[in-house]
Every structure is written in C-alpha cells, then in structure tokens.
C-alpha cells in the first residue's frame, strides 16, 4: 500500500581491526570533564569517553495542529487567529510542513427547524463578509424597541450565518489571518461530527425530494399509460366511425338526387351500394351490419336515413376532438415528467425530512452525491493562496503518509473510506480520528487517548491483514478532558533469549485542545445552550488553544501549547504595537513623547518574543538504580547516563526534579531482588576465557570483555539499599552538581519503591543529604515522613508555581483523573509534574500544564503481569515564560530512539565468532 523506511537491521560482517578503528573513530571523542574536587564522590568506574554529536537542531517536520476550532459560531473569538498571527511574527515557527486542523472548521448549519437543530441556530456567530441588512435596519428604525434589544438585533441578528455558504465565508476569513505567513505548509482537515451531520442533513434532503420526485414520476408515467390506452380505443372508434359516416355522406348526396322513398323502395336504393358494388368506396362487414339494421327498421324514411347520416357526422366530429384532448392531456403529463428529471439534478431546496421507500444502491449514490457537493463547498474555506495544498479527509480514520525520506511518494486509495493514505511532507505517518469513538457514540468522553493508544497496539497486529502502515503520530479532538498526549513504543519491548532488539520506535498519541474561547463558552453556559460544545467545556478538565509539534534530525521532539487566551493577550499586544508604531511614524513629536513611545514599542515587544525568557525544568523519574536489567537491552543505567550527555549537550536544566531515583523492592507486588537474571561466576568465567583465547584483535577484546562485563552486572540487582545510595552518588550526583553550580535548582521527591521498601525511610531526605552543604538554599525535599509518596508546591522565577507528587490518580489514561485531582484538591499551580507511571506524557487542562516523567527503568515481566506495553524510556524538558500572563508550555523529550543512536556507545557486534558449520559425514 506504501513504500516505508524501515530501520535498517544490523548486519553481521566479519570484524577486523580496521572496522573497529574506524568506527571507534566515528563514535569515541573526549566527554565533558567532570566537576573536580567533588567531596562527596569515590572512585568512578572507567567509562568510554563519546563524541557528542555537534550542536545542531535540523528541522526535519515542524507541524502546527488544532482541534474544534468553532469558527462561525459564538464559542468563538477571532482574536485568537489574529494573536496567532502575532505569535509567528515575532517568535518564528513560520517554517511549518503541515496544518492539520480535526473538526468544527464551519458550524452545523440546519437546514429547517428540531429542538437540537434550535440550539445549533442560536450557537450560530456572524459572517463578516456580510453587508448590514436593511430588513433588520427597518426593523431596528421602525419597531419601538430597548436600547439592549437594539444591540441585541445588531450583535447578534444583522449579518447572522444561515447558509453553509456563510459559515465558509467567516472560516476562511480566519485562515487568512495566517495563510500568507504559512507559505510553505500543506493544510490538512479532517472531518468533525458538524461535517457529519451537514453531510448527513443534505443526503435527507437530496433523499427526500428525490422520494418526492419519485412519486411524481411512478403517477404521471401511469397516467400516461392510462391514457395511452384510452387513445387507442378513440382512435378504433374513431376509424370505425369514420367508415361508417363516409358511407353515409355518399348515400345522402345520391338520395338528394332522388324523390322521397320509404320501405322497400329505399332499400332498393341502398342495397346495392352495401353490396359494394361501386368501385368508388367499400364499406366493412360491422358497418353493413348497423345500416341494414336501420333500413329493417318499421317506418324507415328518406328523411330518417338523411337525420342519421347528420347524427353520425356529428359523433365522429365529437370522437375527434376528444382523441385531440387526450392526446393533449399524454404532452402535459410527457412535460412533468421532463420537469422531474431536471429538478433531479438540483437539491437545494427544502423538502421535510421522512422515511422513504429507497434502494440500496440509491442510498449508497445520495451519500457520495451529499459529500462530493458538501466538500466542494468546504474546499471554500482555503484562501486562494493555499488551495492548491489543501486537502479534505471524510474517513472516520485517516492515515496521512507524508513524502518519504528518499523521495518516493505514499500511494494513495481511491475509496475514501477505512484507512486513506494520502500525500504529504515531512517524513511522518499520521493517523487522524476525530472522535475515535465515533462507532459508539458522538457523546464527549474521556476515551480519546486511551482508544488511540489501544488502537494503535491493535493496528500493529493487524497491520498485515488489513494493508494499513503504523503511524508515527495520532491526533483526536472530540473528547473532553483537556490537551493531552503521549509518546509510547510502536512495538512490544520483549525480545527472546539471547538476542539483542532493535533501536525502539516511537509513536506520539494525542488528543488535541479545541480553539474555542473560554469567557464565551462560559457566557454560553450561563444562558443554558446546550450542545456537544457547551457540554465539553462543563465537563471541566478544558483546554484551549493550539499545538505545535517538532521533530528533529537526531529523533528529539518538541511539543508547544500555546493558550487560546494567550492567543487573545498577543492579540491586544499585537494591536497596541501598531497602535504605537503608527504614532512613532508621525512627523511632530517632541523628543519626550517620542522616547516614552519607543521605551513602550520595545516593551510590547518584549512582552510578544516571551519565547526567550523561559524556565527549563527537568523532570529526572524512576531510574530505579539498583534494580536488574534483562540482557539485550538498554539498562537503566546506559539511559541515565545517555540523558546526562543529552543535557550536557544542549543546555543545563534551570530546575531538576527527581523521584524515585534508587529502587528497593516490594515483595508484596514484585520481589526484585531476586530478579537475578546475570550469569553465575562460572558462567561469566567460561565466556571471558573463550574471549580471552581467541586470536582476535586486542581492541575487538576489549570490547567483547567490555559488554559482556557491563552487561553482567547491569542484569544483577543491589539488594543493599546503601549501595544503591553510592550509585547514585556515583552515577547522578556529579550531573545534579553541574546544574547547582550554575545557580540552577534541585527538588527531590518521596518514591512508593524507596518508602515502602521499610521503616522509617524516605527518598527525598535520603538524596538531599547527600548534596553538600553549600548548596542547601538551592535543595528542595518533597518528603513522604509517614507515607508512601511525596509531593509539594514552590515558586518558580517570575513567580508561577510548580506541584510535584510522585502519584497522582490514574483513569482512562494517565490524564484524566489527575486533572481531576488537582481540581478537587483547589491546586492552581501552574505547572505540575509527576511521575511512577514510566509512560511519559504531557497536557494542559483548566490553566495548568502537566508532565509525566518518562521512566528509565527497563523491561521486566511484572510489565507483562499489568498488561502494559514498554515504556519510551528518556528524558523530558518542560519550558515555562516566567510572564504570569502568558500561558504557554513546551515540552523536549529524548527518549530511546533519539538517546540510543546520539548519546550512547555502539553495541559491540552481537556475534563474535562466525557459527561452526556441521561437519560432513564420513562416507
């Protein structure tokens, strides 16, 4: 169905000494020195000194994302694609590759009148590029109304949407707020449930005329028929008549001729004309028949024949004109007709909505018909400059296969249903579901995420069956709970015995915020109008605004929330700037005025690049030093020290924040002390002398001795909680000292692991301590004395506050109730991070941005025993605007595909010596 680039395989080659240096050269550079002089750390183990990659942040996809964005409707403000605007002026962005957009782009517009399709009307905005209307003026000059009735008609009557066609028209007004700074994006919608239900109305429609026009059809064509045989019977009548009063006018006009005769005589003068003997006219058998009748009749006269012969002239001329009446009356019916098929080609009128008799086939050609002519019209809302890289996605679920890394394109199908494959750019698969329960249910729910990440796992193993490509990214927008999302592995961690895995793939989950005003929706609410919009933002747990997503060349990412309201600040900003540029610009200032407006422009201006004024907090959760690793993966360890070189490398974080750093078990959920899985001494033994006495390169034997080492012991748990404590000073304490010498800050957090593991401990005072003393001004402790978990609030610069718990409540994902805990709980911090999941995410609900450590822990069954898929391990940075009117987060993650090809040491080759060949046997 697509071309895809897989990761390559590892591909055994015969190791030489030459292979080694070279790749040793590639791969092996001088670290960053350590802190010296460091009182509190022993002897370190030797490690391999790596070559950092340069610093360089190649763009490889820079993607903006919204999610019902109400245009045309009163939920809406249009300060907020000005803001945008803004918001690309002054702080970049304006390199974005696409701009997907899921649902609400124009409203439900009804086309005639329910109790639902009522509330949809009143949720109707205005169209700008309308003209004042002069009904309304009328009414508002002649009608005696209130000043408030007044404004009310002028704000919210004069100009209303009505037509589709309205609501294009106030949708593209907004995009061209940001068209001309976007030039090199591709623009992606995906149908909402307001799409949907215009679809779905316009199909009734085109239905029921279509119905109508059917019944007109089935009774003209049978008053046709009708009539057809009613023509017939005229003209046999007709015909016979006609003989029969041609007969007549001859006999008249010889009688004429003659005296007056009765009786015998007159049949004497008629017999021999019936007999037909005259060669001038023949006369059939039933005519003959009806005259001879007449003659056999007592008292015939020569006057009664003549009076018959009028009598008959006269039936035949009445025979005539009612053949010409009914043939007249077949034409009318022949022209309805016409009129049926014409208007058949048109719908765009009213026709009350029932049930109609319809075939299968019908049904399935009205629902293209209605699409086809809705998106046609939708395509309207792209400005000219855009159209051309504009595309519409109908399906339920659409996957968008952007142009491969090595120039070839995705294919896609023609169908327009299950899974579309469609053109874009950017290296990256998307999958886009508006409501990916939409089979079930239109209702708002909190299901979004956890049906993408559910469905995703699904979409894996049927991958094959289906001819469907795994996405690298999923974005939804119907539900309620906030903006959330989360990176996750592509595929299962387990690997079988003895085997290394792959360099992890990662795919990024997420449920989109809507773009929707906060203080309408809630006037909204007030006033009791009801819709799936309404309803959302009072279900709590809301977010507005919009996404921006980066990847780079190395496999980081960064994700951006920018708040609607926000949005509307820059846009008041925004205005004021030119306000104040338009007052610098003329002549006659004094120099006064003139340096109070320049000292107020570089303000504002200030105010709008807030994007370089951030506060960089690291969230460090659930290493788990001590615990064992399982061989052929990465340890924990491996990724804690990949994260410090991360971190080292493109910048020091202001704050760190860790929890549950050391592990302890919990023998009532998992022992893991006796998770065992090194090799016993003889067996370490044995491999290390086959090692040893291979003729191989010194180098290639360091190497070999060197993983297989590492590898040992990483796989053996430290069952002594004080050796756990000396990793840690060994391993992370001298990283935490950097970032303390810098001014930065540390805050430690109680982990369950460490607290539960027995009495009287506690992970935050145990990690504190053994930061020096000179540094405990800048030392936090969110301590768990008596409980399981710790938590606390502190101030970050500028003054916004941060939460930290190790656990908050876990619902449907790992959001939605912790949304809900902060609320209950009155929290208003501005930031919140927790950790203990190991399933990193992020989120922003109700004017708090939330994080979720990724874990460093590696793969063990008790993942399998709580049916979970492996965690993305990694790191995670979290980026606040010290401004508390700005309400914008970014989140940077490295996680394993990124840390593992950048900032870890090659994996010595898994085979060492080629396999010994079966030896033939003897003859």
């Not at 028949?289 to 009445?318: D, F, H, M, P, V």
């Amino acid at each position: 169905m697509i071309a895809i680039i897989w990761l390559k395989k590892g591909v055994a080659t015969v190791v030489t000494k030459k292979t080694i240096l070279d790749k040793k050269k590639s791969a092996i550079g001088k670290m960053p020195e350590e802190p010296k002089a460091n009182p509190v750390t022993r002897s370190r183990p030797v490690q391999l000194k790596m070559k950092l990659p340069k610093h360089d942040l190649g763009v490889k996809v820079r993607n903006l994302y919204m999610g019902e964005m109400g245009f045309g409707t009163k939920a809406y403000d249009p300060d907020a694609m000005t803001g945008l605007r803004f918001f690309f002026q002054y702080n970049g962005h304006t390199d974005i590759t696409n701009v997907m957009m899921l649902g609400s782009m124009i409203p439900r517009v009804p086309e005639f009148y329910s109790v639902s399709g009522s509330e949809d009307m009143r949720f109707l905005a205005k169209d700008p590029t309308k003209k004042s209307s002069e009904a309304v003026e009328l009414v508002v000059k002649r009608a005696q109304l209130q000043p408030t009735d007044i404004e009310y008609f002028r704000e919210h009557v004069d100009g209303k949407i009505i037509t589709k066609q309205d609501a294009v028209n106030a949708a593209r007004v907004e995009l061209e707020k940001i068209a001309d700074v976007l030039t090199c994006a591709d623009w992606h919608y995906q149908h909402g449930e307001e799409d949907r239900e215009n679809i779905r109305i316009a199909k009734e429609l085109m239905i029921a005329d279509a119905a109508e026009k059917k019944r007109d059809f089935k009774q003209y064509t049978d008053k046709i028929t009708e009539l057809n045989g009613k023509l017939a019977k005229l003209q046999q009548q007709g015909e016979r008549l006609g003989k029969k009063r041609e007969f007549m006018q001859r006999l008249s006009e010889k009688l004429s001729t003659l005296e007056a005769k009765a009786g015998d005589d007159l049949r004497a003068v008629v017999d021999p004309m019936l007999d037909g003997k005259s060669k001038e006219y023949t006369v059939d058998a039933t005519t003959k028949g009806e005259i001879r009748k007449l003659l056999n009749q007592r008292g015939i006269t020569t006057q009664k024949l003549l009076g018959e012969a009028e009598r008959i002239k006269a039936a035949a001329s009445k025979l005539s004109q009612d053949e010409e009446e009914t043939r007249q009356q077949i034409s009318g019916y022949q022209t309805k007709i016409g009129g049926v098929k014409r208007q058949a080609e048109f719908w765009d009128f009213f026709r009350g909505t029932k049930r109609h008799k319809l075939e299968p086939d019908e049904e399935e050609i009205f629902f293209r018909l209605a699409k086809t002519g809705y998106n046609d019209t939708l395509y309207g809302v792209f400005p000219d400059a855009i159209r051309a890289r504009s595309h519409i996605h109908s399906s339920a679920f659409n996957e968008l296969a952007d142009r491969l890394g090595d120039g070839t394109e995705g294919e896609s199908t023609d169908d327009g249903e299950s899974f579309t494959v469609v053109r874009g750019r950017g290296g990256l698969i998307y999958q886009l579901a508006h409501n990916p329960n939409v089979l079930s249910s239109n209702a708002v729910t909190g299901k979004d995420l956890k049906m993408q990440k559910e469905g995703g796992k699904r979409l894996v193993k049927l991958a094959d069956i289906i001819k469907a490509v795994i996405p690298k990214v999923t974005l939804s927008s119907h539900g309620n709970g906030g903006f959330r999302y989360q990176p996750q592995l592509k595929h299962r961690e387990t690997i079988a015995e003895g085997h290394e895995r792959d360099i992890p793939e990662i795919v990024l989950h997420m449920k989109l915020p809507t773009l929707q005003s906060v203080p309408k929706l809630e006037i909204l609410r007030t006033k009791g109008l009801r819709n799936l919009h309404t309803k959302r933002y009072n279900d709590g747990s809301y977010a507005s605004g919009v996404v921006f997503h980066t990847v780079y060349d190395n496999g980081m990412f960064d994700v951006e929330y920018l708040d609607e309201s926000t949005l509307r600040f820059l846009a008041g900003i925004g205005k004021a700037i030119n306000e104040t540029k338009a007052s610098l610009g003329k002549k006659k200032l004094e120099a006064g005025e003139k340096a109070k407006l320049e000292a107020q422009l570089k303000e504002f201006e200030g105010v709008m690049r807030f994007t370089c004024d951030l506060t960089n907090t690291e969230a460090d959760g659930d290493s788990h030093l001590g615990s064992a690793n399982k061989p052929g993966r990465r340890s924990n360890y491996e990724v804690v020290d990949a994260a410090q070189r991360f971190q080292r490398q493109y910048g020091l974080p202001d704050i760190v924040v860790v929890s549950e750093a050391i592990h302890a078990p919990i023998p009532s959920v998992c022992n893991t002390s006796e998770q065992y899985w090194g090799l016993t001494p003889k067996q370490l033994e044995e491999r290390i002398d086959e090692i040893e006495r291979h003729p191989i390169d010194a180098t290639v034997k360091f190497a070999r001795l060197k993983k297989i080492c590492l590898e040992d012991k990483h796989a053996t748990p430290i069952t002594n909680i004080e050796r756990t404590l000396d990793e840690w000073k060994d391993r992370c304490l001298p990283y935490m000292l950097e970032v303390l010498k810098r001014g930065g800050r540390a805050i430690f957090v109680s982990g369950n692991h460490y607290n539960k593991a027995g009495t009287g401990r506690d992970e935050a005072s145990a990690l504190a301590r053994t930061v020096p003393a000179e540094f405990d001004r800048q030392v936090e402790r969110f301590s768990a004395l008596g409980d399981t978990i710790g938590c606390g609030e502190t101030t970050l610069p500028g003054g916004k506050k941060l939460y930290a718990s190790h656990k908050l409540r876990e619902g449907n994902d790992e959001f939605v109730n912790a949304f809900k805990q902060m609320t209950s709980q009155g929290i208003t911090a501005d930031l919140v991070l927790f950790f203990d999941r190991h399933h990193g995410g992020g989120g922003f609900a109700d004017g708090t941005a939330y994080t979720l450590a990724p874990g460093r822990q590696s793969w063990s069954p008790y993942v399998d025993q709580i049916s979970k898929l492996s965690s993305a391990a990694g790191l995670v940075n979290t980026y606040i605007p010290k401004d508390t009117r700005i309400r914008y987060v970014k989140w940077r993650w490295a996680l394993s595909d990124c840390l593992e090809r950048n900032f870890m040491e090659p994996r010595a080759e898994q085979t060492l010596f080629e396999p010994k060949q079966p030896e033939e046997k003897k003859k």
